[in-house]
């Protein structure tokens, strides 16, 4: 029996002398596949870093540059949100009350609605103008009647792009009427509208009659964390690195 025990003890060794070499390599394989991965992520978030930094520059300017012209329906197809949101436009026509939609909105003077109002122009095309908040008990526009503007007008404001669906966590219905956010597509259908501009208009802070609703609210904000997180995948690379570094020293220069 002890010479069974000791001849299979020897073949365990030599088997396991056979698979570390294997096991070894693989390991070195995968954690050289994990430092490349981890430092590609990293020079890819410096890149977003790069492009988000140019982003908020152009929008910083387009934002504070004297109003243009809104594009009618020759120059929409080319328009994009990287080169267009948020520039400063200007535009004439009548308001389509009786067509307006509420968005649900949640701002700096709580929570109620954007007033989404068609505005025609003598041009024949319609663009959707966010006139600006009201409260939830102004939802009715009878309770607003004198911000009701009949005529022409004109309105000046920031170019956005449509909002499609809804939000993450709430679809838009337009059969029930509940918008949760401004999809220029859906809200033209559920209106009945033609010859829609492919963005709306943020109206800016120019006083409606009787107060309401309150435009210029817009806020101008990105989400630019990629430093923080080039910094991270590039640390996790280097402490794979070192880990790495530090098996294969003890593996082949330990005394």
């Given at each position: 029996?002890?010479?069974?025990?000791?001849?299979?003890?020897?073949?365990?060794?030599?088997?396991?002398?056979?698979?570390?070499?294997?096991?070894?390599?693989?390991?070195?394989?995968?954690?050289?596949?994990?430092?490349?991965?981890?430092?590609?992520?990293?020079?890819?978030?410096?890149?977003?870093?790069?492009?988000?930094?140019?982003?908020i520059d152009r929008v910083d300017h387009r934002i504070h540059?004297?109003?243009?012209?809104?594009?009618?329906?020759?120059?929409?197809?080319?328009?994009?949100?990287d080169d267009d949101e948020y520039r400063r436009v200007k535009i004439s026509g009548r308001f389509a009350n009786d067509r307006e939609t509420l968005v649900d909105a949640t701002t700096e003077r709580g929570m109620g609605f954007w007033v989404m109002t068609p505005l025609t122009t003598p041009e024949g095309f319609?663009?959707?103008?966010?006139?600006?908040?009201?409260?939830?008990?102004?939802?009715?526009?009878?309770?607003?009647?004198?911000?009701?503007?009949?005529?022409?007008?004109?309105?000046?404001?920031?170019?956005?792009m449509t909002?499609?669906?809804g939000t993450l966590l709430r679809a838009n219905d337009p059969d029930a009427d509940r918008w949760y956010s401004r999809d220029i597509a859906a809200i033209a259908k559920a209106?009945?509208?033609?010859?829609?501009a492919p963005y709306f208009i943020d109206a800016d802070a120019t006083a409606n009659p009787g107060g309401l609703p309150i435009g210029g609210l817009t806020v101008v904000s990105f989400y630019n964390h990629h430093l923080l997180y080039a910094l991270t995948w590039f640390a996790l690379a280097l402490m794979l690195a070192l880990a790495l570094a530090r098996v294969v020293r003890e593996r082949y220069f330990r005394k």
């Open positions: 029996m002890p010479e069974l025990t000791k001849a299979q003890n020897k073949r365990d060794l030599e088997k396991n002398e056979r698979e570390t070499p294997r096991r070894f390599l693989v390991f070195v394989l995968f954690s050289v596949l994990g430092i490349v991965v981890l430092s590609a992520l990293g020079v890819w978030q410096v890149e977003r870093r790069t492009w988000k930094l140019a982003l540059a004297a109003p243009v012209a809104a594009p009618g329906p020759d120059a929409w197809p080319p328009i994009n949100r319609t663009v959707l103008v966010n006139r600006g908040f009201v409260p939830v008990d102004r939802r009715d526009p009878a309770t607003r009647a004198t911000g009701q503007i009949d005529g022409v007008t004109r309105v000046s404001g920031l170019m956005r909002e499609p669906k209106r009945g509208l033609n010859r829609v």
